[in-house]
Structures are given as structure tokens and as C-alpha cells.
């Protein structure tokens, strides 16, 4: 747009009313029609973020030793690597797709770690291959539902049983337990002297990375506008494939090196590392109020949402609540939060018409 | 407007009567007084413009709507359809252009879905189903593989499938929608031998076409709706094709819509011999700064895939499309808007917004990626950009964060073509500006069209409304059946020369 032979329509030309008024006097609008406060606590979001605070206080004021540094240390460590896929995850269905093959690249790029170390590679090196295979195995995702055309949740259904296959096939059911220390120990570490984990500093810089990408950026306005109504994105100018794509191929990125730490945390790889890692995922990111038809979310809710998971199962595994116990408390609060969530979207719309005028008979005055 | 029609054949009641139905849907009024009476034993033509109503009158008589006021009779008891199951229940049946088939399941299972026959022990009878498909094939004359699945099958013999249905739900008045648009000449004399014996049989068909040749052909009756209104009704005999038009179209235009004369400049755009195997072929013109070039033609005339494809959101098989001697790449719509080519989509809803996002971000869609700065956007960014135009346009809404989806129609298109006008486009291609919008809304997009032009945009306006095209452009495109079958100057574009090059083959010069 910088040819500067255009013409140059300029809003100040116009008049569609033909009023003499309508010239001089600029009608004013209202950036928002409620006010900040409202946006900003009467949301989804807020209300994951406030039942995190609630269930930490609890959990410190009833559950003995939560309140020690140590648990937040070790809260982490097992957050981390949903932590780290969610953050992509969250873009993936914000555009109205799924992908359930995270938790095997994970198992993935943790075998090509282990197969390469074994064989002599240099650690940084397999780490780095890892990633590569990471990408390549998220743009083949991206490949079959872009340019194939074929639906994320068969696809990656597909891939899931595909890259863990792979990851089995490559290492039997041995482990490689032989790492060097520097790097198993870093794993582990904590930032100087505070509760939090080493890990923490990359999550960090990727969540800015993707809340920027997100929120801040005229790609990110296209995540939302495609998970709304992918057809006008298109006619916009947003490139629907490629922004999936890329969306893939980053999961994939993300995924491997969720996969590389998960190795060095727990000092193996296995190919059956972090089986089933992709629902608590997923769970996570609707959880934090994420649409699962697609564009709606935010990333802090997202965060909220898997650490809101993991303080649960940190305070009750305290409490010497047995796992399956925590895994159903868990899903009760997934399945309440969706149902709430469209609870609440049903009474705003009964609010909106009181007449309760179905949507049809309003589309249906441009048939 | 309305007349008693009962002249001809006062005997017994009428299959099907509507009298004075109004229907409509906020502020647009879809039917102001529909008047419609089909006799038993005859073939019914319904003939209108675009937008006419006739399509609204059909969802009625079907059950999909109910209609706000006037008289609604089915052989003299009066009736009133909640859904399409009442309606089905009460011996009607409509045909659509494209009927809706399971793709998977067989031809008879199609004709018998929900309501199989079952032998004694409760189980589906699939010999019973099969004989009874093929004895309804028999009956229509037609050879059809009763086991075959529907996947596949011709449109025509899908029309066939629904046909059949229909009459072994015993319907007594079937409803045709532009039954033979996507037909051969082949098809569409079987599909005639098949309504013709149907009327014999003593059911009522009503047959809504555009093809005046094969409304002459085939229906006894002809009844004319314009702007949701009854007309006339006539005995096919009495009248002829002129009178149709004349009726349809029946009205002054020239004075509604006011374009201001412009000085048209250089060519701007340059489309040339552009085809799309099956859609359309042999598309050559050209839009000049200042100018309004008017693309008319029936609905399904290829119209909105030229369109699309010159704006890059489909791709064609050969042809160019230049922007100021420029070539414009096939199927990219982003290098087609960088270039300085708009497209405001003819479904407002489906393809121009995205409803459930605000004003503010539907305004800046468009160019989002010129408000980055240093790659990043910000909602106040997008709220000042779109504060511009939604005040420059005159967008009535109660902030720029309300979803654009609770506007009204015309605030709608408003922010449509806002957020194409801050493209700062030297082509605009509007497809239907006018389309569901309320009469005050019109007048000002129509204003506004004709300031753009003064101000130098090229402007392609594809309308259905034939008075708007008259209206507002200074020439005239006719598109019929993917191909331009007339180039008329403004001089010489009247609503008679502009139908028949929309519904006669034959090539016209200006």
C-alpha cells in the first residue's frame, strides 16, 4: 500500500447521509460499551485465576507441609511440561483444531535424545535434532490438515499412535539412563535461592513470546478471527493454511522440547514417556477457558487453568488422596467449567432477547 | 395489488391458496401481500425478480416460516404450519435446486428414511422397500438402480429421488424451487414428462423458474410477484414473455438512484478472457477510475464467482487479471489487497464479518498488519482506526466493542465496507451493496458508492436488484450461465434489454 499514485478516498469525503450536519459534527464513540473493571474481572478467566487463589489458600491453611518451598518447587517440576505444550495448544484450538499428538513427540524427541546420546552424540546436538524432529513431525500434522484437507482430530489420532509407535519401535522397552550430570541436575535446579525451578526461564520467555503472539500481533488476530469464522478470514486476506501450519509445526517445536526436558527431569528415555500427557493438556487449556469450538481464550486463563490442576494434585497427593480420587476431582471440575461456561453464555442470550428469538429467523431476512 | 384471480375453473376448492400473506423479519419485508392459488390437476408457474419474495412464500407454504399476516389454505380448510413436518404431514413436498440426499445410503433407503416398512417380527422389509421403489421409478417412467447409493447420482435424478419420495408420502402439492437450473436439455424433458403425468394425476405442481422458455412450455398458470407483492395471474395462454418481463420488472426506476456524472479516467482494471471449467468461461472487461460498471444477471448466473476469483479468494484455470497494468497473482487475496482490490462479499455474515468479534476488530481487519507497529497491535490501535470510520460512515452502534453481529443489517454492511474503504482500494468490487438492508440504509450506500466513484475508485457493483444497477452504473455487464452475454452503455441498458440478455442465450450488442 505504500504506491502513492492510489487514489485517496479519505473518511473525511464522505457523507453517505448527505446532511450538512453530518460533516462538521465527527459522531464520538465509545471504545467500550462496559466499563474496565467489568472487563477485566467479570471473565472466564478471572474467575480460573480467583478459584486458583481460593484453592491455595486452602490448601495452605488445611494441608500440612503445602506452604514448604519445597512444594512449590516440585509442583512445578511436574507442571512444567503441560505448562510449556499448553501455551501452543491454546493457539491450535483458539483456530478450531486439536492436536492430540503432543504427548508422543514428547516420547518421541525423548528416544531420538536417548538413541543419539547412546550413540555418541553430543547432547546439545540430539537435543537439537530432537527439536528438528519435533518441527517435522508438527508439519506433518500441519501438511495432512492444510494442503490434505483432513480433519486435526483424525489426523493427529493418526500421528499419535504414529510418533509413539516410532519412539517404541526405536528403543524396545529399554531405557537410557546414562546422561551427563550437568545437564540432569540443571533439570532439577532451582533459580538461586528461590522456590522456582530453572525450568521456569524458559517457560517464562515463551509465554511472553506466546502471549505476544497471541494477543499483540496482527497474526494472532487472525488465530481468533479463523477459530470464529474461517470464511472471512479468508476473505480478509488471512491466510487460513499457513497460519495453521505454522501453528502445527510450533506445537511440534514446543512438544519435543517439553520432551527433552521431561527426559532430563526424570534422567530416562523411554518411549513411553508422558503417555497420556495430552489430555491433562488439553484439559488444562479448556479449563482456563478456552473455546473448544475455537475463538475464544486468553492465555493467562490458560496458565491459571494448568496450574489451578496442578496445585490440586500437589495439595491432595499432600493430603494422601490416592490418584484415581485426584484424576476424578479433576475431571469433575473440567466438565463443571464447561457446562458453566455454556450456562452462562445461554442466560446472556436469554438476557440479550427477551423475546428469545431464534437465530434463524434473523439470518434468515438475507435468504 | 391484489385482484380476485378465481376467473378460470371456479370448481371446488383450490389445492393450495394464499391470499395477502405478509412476512417480515425485523425490518426488512420479505412478502407485503403474497397471493398465490394453485387448482388441482394443473401446473403452476411463479415468476419474479430476485428478491421478489418467492422464496419466502415457498419456506411458507413448507413450514420453515410462519407468516405475520394473511390468509393460508390448503382445499378450503385453513392451515398454519409450525415446522416442515406439519406441512409433510399435510401432502406438501418442495423440490430444491440441490436436493439433500444421504450420500452413503441406497436410493430406496433414501425414499423411505424414517418411516421404513417392517415385516411382523418389527424388522426394516427390504424386499417390500425395494419393490415399492422400483414400482415408484415405474410410475415416473424413469430407470434408476433402486440399490445403488445416491452418491454419484446426476441432480437430475436426485430431483427424481425426492420426487419419488414425495409421492409415496402421497403429496398432493409439490413444489418445484428452479428444478432445472443445474439441468441438461435431456433431464429437463424427463423432468417435464414427469410433472406433466403427475398433473394428470390430479396433484397440483408449482414450478419456479427463470427460464421463461420452459415456463411457456410446461405450466398452465402464471402468477408474477415483485417486491413482495402479487401482480398478476394469468392462464399461460393468455400472455407472453414481454408481458412477464414487463410485469416483473414494472416500475420507474431512473430516479431512485442517482449517480453523479463522474469524469471516468484511465482503465484500472483489466480482466481478460478468464475461465473456470464449469463455473465460467470467456470473461473479458475492464473497470476506469470514476466508473460504476453494473455486473446484473439471475442468482446461479457465475456472477460471484467472477468475483471471487478476480479478488484471488478462488482460483481460475486461464486468463489475466491486471490492476493498472499490473498483473494481479491467481488465488491470493492478500497481494490482490495490497495491489488496491477490495471485495465486500455478497453473504455479509458468512463471509464479510465475523459476527461474534467487535466492531473495532471487523473494521481493522483489513488492515491489521499496516496498524502494527514494530509487528504489534493494540486494541486502542484498532478503536482509533475504527472510531474513524465507523463515524465517517455514519455506523450506528453502542461502542466499537459490541459484537458486529447485533447490528442491525445495514450497520452491518456499513462496517464491511468501512473496513474495505481503509484499505484505501482503487478497485472496489461490491457484491449485492444493498442486499437485506433497510430502504434508508440503501439510499445512503448508494450515495456513497457514487461519491467513492467521483472520487476517482473504480467501482464493479454486482447487484440482483435490477433498478439499482440501472440506477448506478454507467454500464451495464449481463451475465448469463458463467458467460457475459451483453455489454450495454448506460444510454441504452433498460430493465426489458437487461432481463432478456439475463434469460435468453442469444448474444446481444450494444
Known sequence: ?367 | MTTPIDTAEPTGPAALELRDVGKAFGAVVALKSATLTVRMNSIHALVGENGAGKSTLVKIVAGLYQRDSGEFRLRGEDVDFRSTAESKAAGIAVIYQEPTLFPDLSVTENIFMGRQPTNRFGRIDRKAMRSEAQGLFERLGVRIDPDRPAEGLSIADQQIIEIAKAISLDARVLIMDEPTAALSGVEVDRLFAVARSLRDEGRALVFISHRFEEVFALCDMITVMRDGSYISTDAISDTSVDEIVRRMVGRDVTDLFPKQETTVGDTLLEVRDLNSAGIFSDISFEVKAGEIVGLAGLVGAGRSEVARAVFGVDGYDSGSVTLKGKAIPKKNPTAAMARGIALVPEDRRKQGLVLDSSVSHNTTMAIRTKLAKMGLITNGAENQAAKVWASRLEVKTASLDTPVGTLSGGNQQKVVLGKWLATHPDILIIDEPTRGIDVGTKSEVHRLLSQLAGEGMGILMISSELPEVLGMADRVLVMREGRITAHLDRSVADAESVMFAATHAEELQP
Do not use: C
Open chain 1, 1 to 367: 500500500m505504500s504506491d502513492s499514485t492510489k487514489t485517496t478516498v479519505t473518511p473525511e469525503s464522505l457523507n453517505p447521509s448527505g446532511r450538512a450536519d453530518a460533516q462538521a459534527s465527527v459522531r464520538t464513540y465509545r471504545d467500550y460499551g462496559t466499563p474496565l473493571w467489568r472487563r477485566i474481572l467479570l471473565t472466564r478467566e478471572m474467575a480460573i485465576i480467583a478459584l486458583l487463589l481460593v484453592v491455595i489458600v486452602v490448601a495452605i491453611s488445611t494441608v500440612r507441609g503445602f506452604d514448604r518451598p519445597i512444594t512449590i518447587t516440585y509442583l512445578l517440576l511436574d507442571v512444567a511440561p503441560i505448562l510449556l505444550i499448553a501455551l501452543p495448544m491454546t493457539l491450535v484450538i483458539i483456530t478450531g483444531e486439536i492436536d492430540l499428538s503432543v504427548a508422543s513427540i514428547v516420547g518421541l524427541s525423548s528416544v531420538l535424545l536417548g538413541t543419539l546420546t547412546q550413540a555418541g552424540w553430543p547432547l546439545e546436538a540430539a537435543a537439537l535434532f530432537a527439536l528438528v524432529a519435533g518441527a517435522l513431525g508438527g508439519a506433518l500434522n500441519g501438511f495432512l490438515i492444510t494442503v490434505v484437507g483432513l480433519p486435526s482430530l483424525a489426523v493427529t489420532i493418526g500421528t499419535l499412535a504414529l510418533y509413539r509407535g516410532l519412539a517404541v519401535g526405536l528403543l524396545g522397552t529399554t531405557a537410557v539412563t546414562d546422561w551427563p550430570e550437568f545437564w540432569t541436575d540443571l533439570a532439577k535446579d532451582k533459580i538461586g535461592d528461590s522456590p522456582f525451578p530453572v525450568i521456569m526461564i524458559p517457560f517464562v520467555l515463551l509465554a511472553i513470546v506466546f502471549i505476544v503472539l497471541l494477543h499483540f500481533t496482527p497474526f494472532g488476530r487472525g488465530i481468533f478471527a479463523i477459530g470464529l469464522n474461517d470464511e472471512a478470514a479468508s476473505f480478509s486476506g488471512v491466510n487460513v493454511a499457513r497460519t495453521k501450519f505454522i501453528l502445527f509445526v510450533l506445537t511440534g517445536v514446543v512438544s519435543a522440547f517439553a520432551g527433552i526436558y521431561f527426559t532430563l527431569r526424570f534422567g530416562s528415555a523411554r518411549g513411553d514417556n508422558a503417555t497420556g500427557l495430552e489430555l491433562q493438556v488439553i484439559a488444562a487449556v479448556l479449563l482456563g477457558g478456552v473455546s473448544i469450538f475455537g475463538g475464544r481464550g486468553a492465555m493467562h486463563g490458560v496458565i491459571a487453568g494448568v496450574l489451578l490442576i496442578g496445585v490440586l494434585a500437589s495439595a491432595l497427593r499432600l493430603a494422601n488422596v490416592t490418584s484415581d480420587v485426584i484424576n476424578i476431582i479433576t475431571g469433575v471440575l473440567l466438565v463443571l467449567s464447561v457446562v458453566s461456561a455454556s450456562f452462562l453464555a445461554w442466560l446472556s442470550k436469554k438476557r440479550q432477547r427477551p423475546g428469545g428469538r431464534k437465530r434463524g429467523a434473523v439470518s434468515a431476512a438475507q435468504a
